[in-house]
């Protein structure tokens, strides 16, 4: 472990540390938790912790390990669950005022197979209101600061579990990504982010947002550790109808890419400030230098994929969201006279702007009057997407992109929502294709602030995705602790 404290270590070192028997795992619950008290109130990264639980959980690998029991591949690794997704017993708020009080009644299927190998599950992390929205600004509780500059945002929707990872108060977490929420905030926050191929990863216990689109997927400070969490999580469930029955999967720790040819839609990439476009260019460079091959490929239809998505992510939030009724979970107005009232007031009082915003729209999309102009019409664009994405992976094996058009901004600095849609252009693509996609730090703009390199693999090419994302992340080295986190003590 040398000479290092226990947040500068990444997740496989704390986890082998502890597998040695050079630190307690108690010991561990105990520096994270303290991290957690210090930092948090400045960061806004978690909506609630799990201190008392995760210190049970930490004596019994203790125990476990004094008798000389299995202990698991995610041993003592503190992990932050974004707080959409279930842990029986504990509250799933959805950062919304409707879930406040709504207990889970069961623990999701990733929740599950991460405690089942040993992982210390730290916290319930701060996301944007039912996860709409790209800045994290949409909590109904309080917004998530950027460690790297506490006046910029986090980025969305997963904005507390990248910005849990990125101050190391967790060493893994869990996100959502509908539309890019694990990717935008990992790019801003400086760490890795990875969207698994659709059905790779059990949705089974996430609160839905656009069930289509949605994917769980781990936020990380390596792609070594991303690829560990995907080995626990990336596993056939039952209780969800859309998971994938594939063997499990095994990451490999390339080191070039040789023979590996990666396409760039220049069509497509327009918009980048100059700092986002020169650190794209620098990382084709890299890419070069490891042996790959960079060629063209025609991918200008995506620049249709917001338009698309804000059809159809609204389409199915609508539907979705309609559960929230007053009657059957959390909140219920106390005004209300009526039943008509109870509906009415209970979602007036308990969604916030945007989450009515989408509603509106969705119910909109697919009125009779309206289906087949808007929403069937996304759908078919969608068709011609994945087909354009098919035919880019018959030239090629991944496609690259910066992950966003610059680097995280300040909070309040945009106020349009239209604007802050656009954010996700490059992010949400691959959501409407399914495809198995990462957010890998590429360095900084001129103003220090995080920025980051996006692959985009063919359907079922999670492990090749992440193996080049290794490649380029060894070569380069980026993904630093923030120097106010980096201190020498808790
Ligand atoms: N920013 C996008 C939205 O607001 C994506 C959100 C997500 O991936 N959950 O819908």
């Known amino acids: 472990m040398s000479s290092r404290f226990l947040h500068q270590l990444t997740a496989t070192e704390l986890r082998d ?30 909506l609630s912790t799990l201190g008392e639980r ?26 932050a669950i974004k707080d959409n997704t279930h842990i029986a017993g504990e509250i799933t708020t959805c950062a919304s005022k409707f879930l406040e009080n709504y207990k889970a009644p069961f623990d999701a299927t990733v929740v599950r197979l991460l405690e089942e190998e040993g992982a210390l599950l730290i916290g319930k992390a701060n996301l944007d209101e039912f996860a709409m929205g790209s800045t994290n600004e949409n909590s109904a509780y ?84 991303a690829a560990l ?14 998971s994938l029955d594939l063997p499990r999967e095994t990451y490999t720790k390339r080191l070039d890419l040789k023979d590996v040819k990666l396409g760039v839609s220049r069509q497509f990439l327009e918009g980048l400030t100059p700092d986002a476009k020169e650190n794209f260019e620098e990382a084709q460079h890299v890419l070069k230098n490891l042996g790959a091959k960079i060629i063209d490929v025609d991918l200008a239809i995506l620049k249709y994929s917001v338009a ?40 007036k009082e308990g969604f916030g702007r945007e989450v009515k915003r989408r509603i509106l729209l969705g119910t909109y999309v697919l009125s009779a ?7 069937k019409k996304a759908q078919k664009v969608r068709t011609l997407m994945i087909d354009a994405f098919e035919k880019a992976f018959s030239e090629c094996d991944a496609i690259i992109t910066p992950v966003a058009t610059s680097g995280a901004f300040e909070r309040n600095a945009i106020q349009d929502p239209l604007q802050l849609y656009l954010q996700d252009i490059f992010t949400i693509p691959s959501n409407l294709a399914g495809l198995p996609t990462v957010s890998v730090p590429s360095g900084y703009d001129k103003r220090g602030m995080p920025l980051g390199l996006q692959i985009i693999g063919p359907q ?3 492990v090749p995705v992440l193996d080049y994302a290794y490649a380029y992340a060894h070569a380069t080295g980026h993904g630093a602790i923030p120097k106010r986190y980096n201190e020498n003590h808790s």
């Open 17 to 46: 540390a502890f597998l040695k028997g050079e630190v307690k795992a108690t010991a561990i619950a105990e520096h994270f938790q303290a991290r957690v008290e210090k930092h948090n109130p400045e960061l806004g990264a978690f």
């Open 54 to 79: 995760m210190l049970i959980k930490a004596e019994q690998l203790d125990r476990k390990r004094a008798r000389n029991e299995p202990l698991g591949r995610l041993a003592g690794i503190p992990i």
């Open 142 to 225: 309080f917004p998530v600061q950027n460690p790297w500059n506490l006046n910029c945002v986090a980025g969305g929707s997963s904005g507390g579990s990248a910005a849990a990872v990125a101050s190391r108060m967790a060493l893994l977490a869990t996100g959502s990504d509908t539309g890019g929420s694990i990717r935008l905030p990992a790019s801003f926050c400086g760490v890795v982010g990875f969207k698994p191929t659709y059905g790779r990863v059990s949705r089974y216990g996430l609160v839905a947002f656009g069930s289509s689109l949605d994917q769980i997927g781990p936020l990380a400070t390596t792609v070594e550790d």
């Open 229 to 242: 969490m995907m080995e626990v999580i990336g596993q056939h469930c039952e209780h969800d109808s859309t």
């Open 308 to 347: 698309v998505y804000y059809i159809l992510a609204t389409a199915e939030a609508s539907t979705n969201l309609a559960r929230f009724d007053g009657i059957r979970y959390g909140k219920r107005s106390k005004l209300a006279k009526s039943l008509e009232q109870v509906y009415e007031l209970s979602r």
């Open 369 to 375: 009057g309206y289906q087949d102009a808007y929403y």
């Open 460 to 462: 079922m090419c999670d």
